[in-house]
């Protein structure tokens, strides 16, 4: 079967195939498709111009829905102060682990340390205290996009890195219904880019106390199922109620004459979405780019390229498409075979592939190849228009029904120990929690799977603890995660 498998999907022998070593598939899809390479820093990636053009189109989505929404991008220093870390007790002991320190300045010690921001929750308090004084000022919803730094011990380009790239989002608010409805919000706003543009279903719920975010009164997540059935976390939404306000004294006049702290949100997406949309739709050719975030999303490559009119030919195609704004490429490389450049160009994962040689120019018409399904379709040229907006939008929607129907595949529910193990030997369990910590601590040393989120939808399924047997009234996923 895995042989058959394998010629259906024309297996490339230089990628390692999933079912023998994800891991090391992994690595060679991100390294042979040039999306990264390593650096000479430690745990430090080099975002190739392909990867950041991925990038470069999440923000895109990100950004737009972010000014929808009523936010301003705003830019903060990357060094803080370690006197601004230490204010918010269980904010800094949750990231001490993590923290690059600058303790010179030239040659010259500095008489405090600075830390590589490893989040901006501290800084942004600090001119955040500067900048409100009335509830007119109110609220303030900022957001950047950085990079930061956490000194990783193990670490995986995209997945875990020393630096990497994301946006964090800061708000502040005057009730704490206001607070709540914006980490909602903004965690609805990862849903919709998640599922509707990089075709990735999740599942959004809320953390529990062991796994929320430090220094947050609650943390809620999007948890994605990665082809070998772990859970990547792919963003999270943090409310942190009052905590850092009374820590860095952010207050403000209220309607009546009354010095109130303010009610503050953060709310985070980085690079490792790049990994996920690789880890969810990528196979033995490589990449597999939904057609909404792929930086090219038509490749033209020419047959017989030296004949008379075929250049020309896909030079008018390539206007034509341009002029629908799609993003199309041609291939006019005249040293490379055709079959390399299909090869090359499945590796990098494009949606589309158009192929016109002297025969279909006689014929007004071309290949078509969508790289989800290894199909191959005629399309006259005259209606090449009309046929490539609507192919992309169905590869787009086919896979994310690809994708969640694996994710389906791999959830089940788990009553026990002895079905847990079962279900996070490569899937999501649902089950039933009691809320105690201690449970969580027992799975994740016995199995070494963690609590991923409690879903909205909180219809039981028992009501006893999957560890403990107690009585339980929490829903909650399970599972091994990166």
């Not at 490339?12 to 000479?40: A, C, G, M, N």
């Not at 953390?207 to 609650?218: D, L, N, P, Y």
């Not at 799609?326 to 990098?348: A, I, M, Q």
């Amino acid at each position: 079967m895995a042989k058959d498998n394998e010629k259906k999907q024309g297996f490339v022998e230089h990628i390692t195939p999933r079912d023998v070593d994800f891991s090391q598939w992994y690595t060679d899809i991100i390294l042979k498709s040039e999306l990264v390479d390593y650096s000479p820093v430690r745990g430090c990636m080099v975002l190739r111009p392909y990867g950041f053009a991925i990038w470069e189109s999440i923000k895109e989505q990100m950004d737009k829905r972010f000014k929808e929404t009523g936010h301003e991008n705003v830019y903060m220093p990357m060094l803080i102060p370690e006197s601004l870390l230490l204010k918010e007790a269980e904010h800094v002991e949750g990231f001490a682990p993590e923290v690059a320190w600058v303790t010179h300045g030239g040659n010259e010690k500095l008489q405090e340390r600075l830390a590589i921001r490893p989040t901006s929750e501290t800084i942004f308090c600090a001119m955040y205290s500067k900048w409100v004084s009335s509830w007119r000022d109110l609220p303030m919803k900022y957001n950047q996009w950085c990079s930061v730094m956490r000194w990783e011990k193990s670490t995986r380009p995209f997945l875990r890195t020393s630096e990497f790239l994301w946006q964090e989002g800061h708000t502040i608010h005057a009730t704490p219904e206001e607070a709540q409805e914006e980490t909602m919000q903004m965690l609805e706003v990862y849903r919709e880019v998640a599922e509707d543009e990089l075709a990735m279903p999740v599942i959004v719920g809320q953390k529990s106390e062991k796994e929320k975010f430090a220094g947050a009164r609650a943390t809620y997540s999007m948890e994605a199922m990665m082809q070998d059935g772990k859970a990547l976390q792919a963003g999270t939404s943090h409310n942190f109620g009052t905590n850092f306000a009374e820590a860095f004294d952010i207050q403000y006049l209220n309607k009546e004459g009354k010095l109130t702290y303010v009610h503050e949100t953060s709310w985070g997406t980085s690079t490792r979405l790049i990994g996920a949309i690789i880890m969810t739709h990528g196979d033995e050719r490589g990449l597999k780019l939904p057609p909404h975030i792929a930086p090219t999303q038509v490749v033209i490559v020419p047959i017989a390229a030296h004949k008379g009119g075929v250049i020309e030919k896909c030079n008018e195609v390539f206007s034509e498409l341009k002029g629908l704004d799609l993003r199309v490429k041609l291939d006019d490389r005249d040293t490379l075979s055709p079959g390399f450049k299909f090869n090359d160009w499945e590796l990098k994962g494009v949606p589309v592939r158009v192929e016109v040689g002297p025969r279909d120019i006689e014929n007004g018409q071309c290949v078509v190849f969508r790289r989800d399904t290894y199909e191959k379709q005629t399309v006259a040229l005259a209606d090449l228009a009309t046929v490539l907006p609507e192919l992309l939008e169905d590869i787009q929607q086919n896979m994310f029904r690809i994708a969640a129907d694996f994710r389906q595949s791999r959830i089940a529910e788990a009553h026990n120990m002895e079905e847990l193990e079962k279900v996070v030997d490569g899937g999501f369990a649902k089950t039933m929690w009691c809320g105690e910590r201690a449970c969580e601590d027992e799975i994740k040393e016995k199995l070494s799977a963690s609590s991923r989120n409690m879903p909205f939808d909180q219809t039981p399924i028992g009501d006893t603890c999957v560890c403990c047997g107690k009585k339980a009234d929490k829903v909650i996923y399970f599972a091994k995660a990166y």
